[in-house]
């Protein structure tokens, strides 16, 4: 085994997004909240152009000249407006993508923890933040590849709410019926939240992981699990691809 190959291997396959915020609040000295792009708690990833974790806001306000990357934020708890050319409000649950070069401003009416997933982008524009709407009509989703899944082959349709330029990034919101899939390493990262259903992973390593509505968690690239879920399945996702 290539030593590189090595060191991502000793990064875990899923991150559970809530555990993860649970733990670093015990474990991280506090942050002022006042900056959208200083006052973050990064989940250790293997090195790359993605980046996760946490945006902590304190209530107040505050801008954004230019997001440096294409980011895709979920509000994990609390409230935030975004004012740019469009306005639009993220309760809790409810997710949007700052494009790479967007310029905003946002404020929050008490503390915000922002769940974030971003990626290195050599995009020249600028695209206005759009608010993921799950509510939007969706259609069928490519079918996975031969020989992948056990039994029945599922039906599952999406809406991309957001593509960048060069397709390696990417949201959604994504439905499928109850299938189970072998084991596939992913070649990206993906960050679901899940709005319906429930889902089981088995990992590399032996682990299980089960995760149901309202669970936001992080398949890494590299990781290797399966897929078991006994029930519809309905979710928001975020691709990154690079």
């Known amino acids: 085994m290539n030593s590189a190959k090595h060191e991502a291997d000793s990064y875990p396959c899923i991150?559970?997004?809530?555990?993860?915020?649970?733990?670093?609040?015990?474990?991280?000295?506090?942050?002022?909240?006042h900056d959208f792009l200083a006052d973050r708690r990064y989940v250790s990833l293997p090195d790359g152009?993605?980046?996760?974790?946490?945006?902590?806001?304190?209530?107040?306000?505050?801008?954004?000249?230019?997001?440096?990357?294409?980011?895709?934020?979920?509000?994990?708890d609390?409230?935030?407006?975004?004012r740019g050319i469009v306005a639009f409000s993220l309760k809790t649950g409810e997710s949007a993508v700052l494009p790479k070069n967007a310029a905003f401003s946002w404020d929050?009416?008490?503390?915000?923890?922002?769940?974030?997933?971003?990626?290195a982008s050599n995009e020249t524009t600028a695209r206005e933040p759009v608010k993921i709407d799950p509510t939007l009509p969706r259609e069928a989703s490519p079918p996975l590849?031969?020989?992948?899944?056990?039994?029945?082959?599922?039906?599952?349709?999406?809406?991309?709410?957001?593509?960048?330029?060069?397709?390696?990034?990417?949201a959604a919101a994504w439905n499928a019926n109850g299938y189970a899939r072998r084991p596939v390493t992913f070649d990206y990262?993906?960050?679901?939240?899940?709005?319906?259903?429930?889902?089981?992973?088995?990992?590399?390593?032996?682990?299980?992981?089960?995760?149901?509505?309202?669970?936001?968690?992080?398949v890494r690239?590299?990781?290797?699990?399966?897929?078991?879920?006994?029930?519809?399945?309905?979710?928001?996702?975020a691709i990154c691809r690079a």
């Open 49 to 76: 152009p993605t980046a996760l974790g946490l945006i902590e806001l304190a209530a107040g306000t505050g801008t954004v000249a230019s997001m440096p990357n294409d980011e895709f934020i979920l509000v994990m």
């Open 145 to 170: 590849r031969e020989g992948l899944v056990i039994g029945e082959m599922p039906k599952a349709f999406r809406h991309i709410d957001f593509e960048s330029n060069d397709g390696l990034f990417a």
């Open 108 to 119: 929050t009416s008490a503390p915000a923890t922002i769940a974030f997933m971003c990626q």
């Open 15 to 33: 991150i559970d997004l809530r555990a993860f915020a649970a733990q670093s609040r015990e474990d991280s000295q506090e942050l002022e909240g």
């Open 78 to 82: 609390g409230e935030v407006q975004i």
């Open 221 to 237: 690239k590299g990781g290797e699990v399966n897929w078991v879920s006994t029930v519809p399945v309905s979710k928001v996702a």
């Open 189 to 218: 990262f993906e960050l679901m939240h899940l709005l319906e259903g429930s889902v089981s992973f088995v990992d590399r390593r032996g682990a299980d992981h089960v995760f149901s509505k309202d669970d936001i968690f992080v």
